[in-house]
């Protein structure tokens, strides 16, 4: 048996009333894949692809874990290295910045620390600090987030 | 001392491989991964990621610093290197050596004596080592009298080259001044060393390398040789051992010089020695010394049962050799292919994307190194390895038929792979009779070409 133009657009009429995305079909070596909105179709290739894959399907890691913001319209501060990060200049010496405090983007919010070599981090964003996430001396992975900034309106 | 958390600074395929042998060992992991590959299968299988930094090598994987404060946060014993990005990077194990880690290679030391090919070659000779006839020039004058003296076909070298890279062949004496400034101006910009040595350019040769493994106070085995001589441009597609054709003798020597070599150096945990084998002459070549875990290194562990990655450790545990070399049984053939992401149609150009279905075989004697399921990610970023088929037979053919079956079995969809070509190269019958030189796939790429026309 084999695919005629009409087959195929029976197939299409019958993915459109349907709920599905995404049909793939293979009929003695012919192969026949059918996608619902280019947009999300990497997406779409992706969870079904994972959905036949016993090991892929387990859950990824999550991106560097971080609490959900106390409310919301809040911008992350992202770490820009992985280090150990410091809220004081030195220790013993108050933080760059408290919850309330006014930022800007070139505000200097902390320290990392990457092999003695220190790396000052900047808020990137103008508003006032509304949590700090990150503690002091712990290390922090590139991407993690650091603290929220409530940003100017 | 003992070793109960590893830091890994490495991805894909090879970062798992290190992972299953840390869990068989009861050691911990800790994977420093970049952002592109926190979703992989090797982030999945450690007991901890940590994300380096952004998906380009130099922003993560190449971060000497990081990598380092990574391991000494994460309270890690030692740092594996896996192959490629930081592995032979003498100042990685110098920071190690500094920062009290463990790294799981040889000493930095070792590392700044066979990244320098001219020292390396030195190095040789005095271990009385067979190198190709050459040496170093400084001027163009020196140039011409030892080109004249090993007469061309020559080739130029760079010092800070390697593996295929930093060569220029020369193939009349007149033309050598044009090619020594090139190569040297070159070199330079490339490496950062702009000197370069001259070698006898070996027309018709074979490239067989000595897995060996080394406790860091003289004592030296050899785990047998693979013969590498598939290539492409000089990136391996095949490897197999035995290397086939070679006589009882010729196998002795050569296993002879790289335990010799390895000797001369003291050298610590495993590593591979490269020759150049001339084909017409019936002689070998010491090339280089590879001062690290080989992609290749499954063929080996195939057909001795020994798990490298667990010496590796061992010896970087404090633990020595572990295997005598009496006690060393080879047995049959093992042969490995590479299957990259790379569209043979198209010249080989890269292939990233999302591999929609991938499907590996699993029959008796096939082994599958890879970091590749279903949905996962193929980035732009990095090198285009998705997997390693390992086979092993009682004989080359019995390994060449199983080889045959499991790339036939096997079957990646959503991205371009040189599956189809594997098969091609499995099926040709100068392949199947074995023992090819190195200009072998060149030959074969051309013969096949109007075929596909």
Known sequence: MSLTAKDVAEILRLLEESSFDSLSLEINGMKLNLQRGSATRTQQVRELATAAAPVAAASPPARPKAKPPSEPGLADVPSPLLGVFYRAPKPGEPPFVQPGCKVEPETVIGIIEVMKLMNSVRAGVTGEVAEILAENGALVEYGEILLRVRPEA | ?453
Not at chain 2, 2 to 9: V, W
Not at chain 2, 218 to 245: F, M, N, W
């Open chain 2, 1 to 453: 001392m003992s070793i109960r958390r590893i830091l890994i600074a490495n991805r894909g395929e090879i970062a798992l491989r290190v992972i299953r042998t840390c869990r068989v060992l009861g050691i911990e992991t800790v994977l420093a991964a970049s952002e592109a590959d926190l979703h992989s299968l090797p982030a999945r299988f450690a007991d901890r990621t940590l994300c380096i930094g952004p998906a380009h090598p130099s922003e993560s994987y190449l971060k000497l610093d990081t990598i380092v404060q990574a391991a000494l946060s994460a309270k890690a014993d030692a740092i594996h290197p896996g192959y490629g990005f930081l592995s032979e990077r003498a100042a990685l194990a110098r920071l190690c050596e500094e920062e009290g880690l463990i790294f799981i290679g040889p000493t930095s030391a070792q590392i700044d004596a066979v990244g320098d090919k001219l020292r390396a070659r030195a190095e040789a000779e005095t271990a009385g080592v067979p190198t190709a006839p050459g040496g170093a020039v400084e001027t163009l004058g020196e140039a011409m009298l030892l080109g004249r003296e090993i007469e061309p076909p020559l080739l130029i070298k760079a010092v800070g080259g390697g593996g295929g890279r930093g060569m220029k062949r020369v193939d009349r004496l007149e033309d050598l001044p044009a090619a020594m400034q090139l190569a040297t101006a070159e070199a330079g910009a490339a490496f950062g060393d702009a000197r370069v040595y001259l070698e006898r350019f070996v027309a018709c040769a074979r490239h067989v390398e000595v897995q060996v493994l080394g406790d860091g106070n003289g004592g030296v085995i050899h785990l047998g040789e693979r013969d590498c001589s598939v290539q492409r441009r000089y990136q391996k597609l095949i490897e197999e051992t035995p290397a086939p054709t070679l006589s009882a003798d010729f196998r002795t020597r050569i296993h002879q010089a790289a335990v010799q070599f390895a000797k001369r150096l003291q050298y610590r945990s495993a590593g591979t020695v490269e020759f150049l084998v001339d084909v017409d002459r019936g002689a070998f070549y010491f090339l280089e010394m590879n001062a690290r875990i080989q992609v290749e290194h499954p063929v080996t562990e195939a057909v001795t049962g020994v798990d490298l990655v667990g010496e590796q450790i061992a010896i970087a545990d404090g633990n020595g050799l572990r295997l005598m070399q009496e006690n060393l049984h080879f047995d049959g053939c093992a042969i490995e292919c590479r299957i990259n992401a790379e569209d043979p149609a198209r010249d080989f150009r890269p292939s990233p994307g999302v591999v929609s279905a991938a499907v590996w075989p699993s029959d008796e004697g096939v082994r599958v190194d890879t970091h590749i399921v279903s949905g996962s990610r193929v980035s732009p970023f990095y090198d285009s390895l998705l997997a390693k088929i390992i086979v092993q037979g009682p004989d080359r053919l019995a390994a060449l038929k199983r080889m045959r079956q499991a790339i036939a079995e096997t079957r990646i969809d959503g991205i371009a792979t040189n599956l189809p070509f594997h098969a091609e190269v499995l099926a040709d019958s100068e392949f199947a009779t074995g023992g090819v030189d190195t200009s072998f796939l060149a030959r074969f790429l051309e013969r096949r070409l109007p075929l596909e026309a």
